[in-house]
């Protein structure tokens, strides 16, 4: 089971590869808070992001689920760093052992400290490409396209998530 935050929601919608999801084969959430960010406030922006959101949500590709509120929730609310759907997002993670899909560091540096499983957008594309739902070569273009999108990556990454294409497609 994957919680998602808002910044990967955002990328993949971007790109227009929300797809993803549906190649997951597990059930992928989105607590309210980040329901609240990405789609009511990105309609309300006008961001065309937010629309393809809703529509994974109204086909039933995402669910959106309130989160409780717990001392995990009370304590990491107290973090500077960390966005309203950020607490959520790693709330909802340890309240059902769920793996949240996360890009910022910070978030990540909670999820650590606090035992929670965490993934990013990357994790995704790769995963993709090793269960075989996308080629290698299509993996890459995907990957570019979340840059285009304007998720970031750095150099350092971008060279290890190109190696570890390489090594999947050699698998195949």
Avoid: Q
Avoid at 44 to 69: F, K, M, Q, S, W
Avoid at 150 to 172: F, H, N, V
């Amino acid at each position: 089971m994957f919680v998602f935050d808002a910044t990967p929601l955002i990328t993949l919608a971007k790109s227009d590869h929300l797809d993803i999801v549906t190649s997951l084969d597990e059930m992928c959430l989105v607590p309210e808070r980040v329901h609240a960010e990405v789609v009511e406030d990105g309609l309300a922006a006008g961001y065309p992001d937010a629309r393809r959101v809703r529509r994974a949500i109204d086909d039933g590709d995402l669910t959106v689920r309130a989160c409780e509120e717990s001392p995990l929730f009370d304590e990491a609310d107290e973090i500077p760093n960390l966005s309203e759907a950020d607490v959520a997002v790693l709330a909802l993670a340890a309240e059902l052992d769920a793996t949240a899909v996360m890009d910022e560091t910070a978030g990540r540096a909670v999820a650590e400290t606090e035992n929670i499983r965490t993934r990013g957008t990357a994790y995704l594309v790769l995963r993709l490409v090793r269960d075989g739902a996308v080629t290698a070569d299509d993996g890459r273009e995907l990957i570019d396209d979340l840059l285009d999108a304007g998720w970031y990556c750095s150099p350092d990454l971008y060279a290890k998530l190109l190696r570890k294409l390489e090594t999947l497609d050699d698998a195949e």
